[in-house]
């Protein structure tokens, strides 16, 4: 009896403690998106090309954000199909991966594999073809923040994996001091 309560507690403990931690399983919080690290200079690699096209369609911040595709991208996430990759960049450091799907099919095999690797979700909200709002799943951790996003309407999903840390400052230089100095 005493053995199985110290095992109840432990399990509700363990359980709570994973809920609170923003949804994702132990481990598995990215530090940025295929082997790169958030904070990362990707301009200077020579497998990233700048869209300047898409700054505008997927920023407020003019000047300040550059968007990249990647060359060797992989367009599949297990048996999802992914129509696009965009590498967000906020003063040349990247902080935002945005993945774009064109169909609901993939959009659920992009949705299964994230539920395999990174758990349930912390919140989620379904919507659906007779209700306006979109299906939303959202992870948060300390280090990045997940969230797919379905709409109906529309008939597309995103899913946006970030920087929790943002990238707001222009990074000091030495612009004013003379090279003599």
Not at 20 to 32: I, R, Y
Not at 101 to 117: A, M, P, Q
Request: hydrophobic share 35%.
């Amino acid at each position: 009896m005493k053995t199985s309560i110290i095992f109840a507690l432990i399990a509700f403990f363990s359980i709570n403690e994973f809920a609170l931690s923003g949804g994702f399983k132990p481990g598995s919080e990215p530090e940025g998106f295929r082997g790169i690290e958030w904070g990362t200079d990707i301009s200077k690699r020579s497998v990233f090309n700048p869209t300047p096209s898409m700054v505008k369609q997927l920023t407020s911040l003019p000047n300040i954000d550059m968007c990249y595709t990647r060359e060797d991208e992989s367009m599949h996430w297990g048996a999802a199909q992914l129509d696009r990759v965009i590498y967000n960049c906020r003063y040349g450091k990247l902080y935002k991966v945005s993945i774009l799907v064109s169909d609901y099919n993939n959009w659920l095999c992009l949705k299964g594999e994230l539920f395999k690797i990174f758990g349930p979700a912390a919140n989620r909200f379904e919507g659906g073809t007779s209700y306006p709002s979109p299906e939303i799943a959202i992870w948060k951790g300390p280090i990045t923040r997940i969230a797919l996003i379905y709409n109906y309407q529309k008939n597309f999903g995103i899913l946006e994996i970030f920087s929790t840390e943002e990238i707001l400052e222009q990074p000091k230089t030495n612009w004013g001091k003379l090279k003599s100095e």
